[in-house]
């Protein structure tokens, strides 16, 4: 977990500050009861860095993870419903490859992947075409984890 913060997300964090060119922007890492998560020394770094940390009811994850919301469900419900088209019946493993395909291309349109982190109570704000700015819903994340 430490490896993780010191070399993949502090960098993310400050690359993602310069990109939004916000140095007061106050990072959210949401986590979920991992006793890695929780040691001293990690949460000393996070406090250190200025990251604010939500850890998760346990069993509750799902409930909020954009991709679980939206894209793995439309992609699992396409896969049963699509058949192959271009490969015969003797050669499953193609006919199966390219159903993976075309369900992946149907759950990965910019709506439905969108859709899925407001489903998980992330919003995106806009300024003419670009995101401008990230923000948790609050009261949707807090609904989503009592009423599950």
Sequence with gaps: MLYWINNIY??????????????????????????????????????ENGI????????SSHLVQC??????????????????????????????????????YTASFQTIIMAGWKASGIDFIYEKGNITKIALNKNRFIEKLINQ
Aim: proline share 5%; net charge positive.
């Design 67 to 104: 991709l679980d919301l939206c894209f793995f469900g439309i992609m699992k419900k396409h896969y049963k419903l699509c058949r192959s088209q271009l490969f015969q019946n003797d050669n499953k493993k193609a006919q199966k490859i390219e159903r993976i395909l075309k369900s992946f």
């Design 10 to 47: 502090l960098p993310y964090i400050k690359y993602t500050k310069q990109l939004i060119r916000d140095e007061d922007a106050v990072p959210l890492l949401i986590m979920d009861g991992l006793k890695a998560h929780q040691t001293v020394k990690v949460n000393q770094l996070l406090q």
């Design 52 to 59: 604010k940390v939500l850890i998760l009811p346990p069993h």
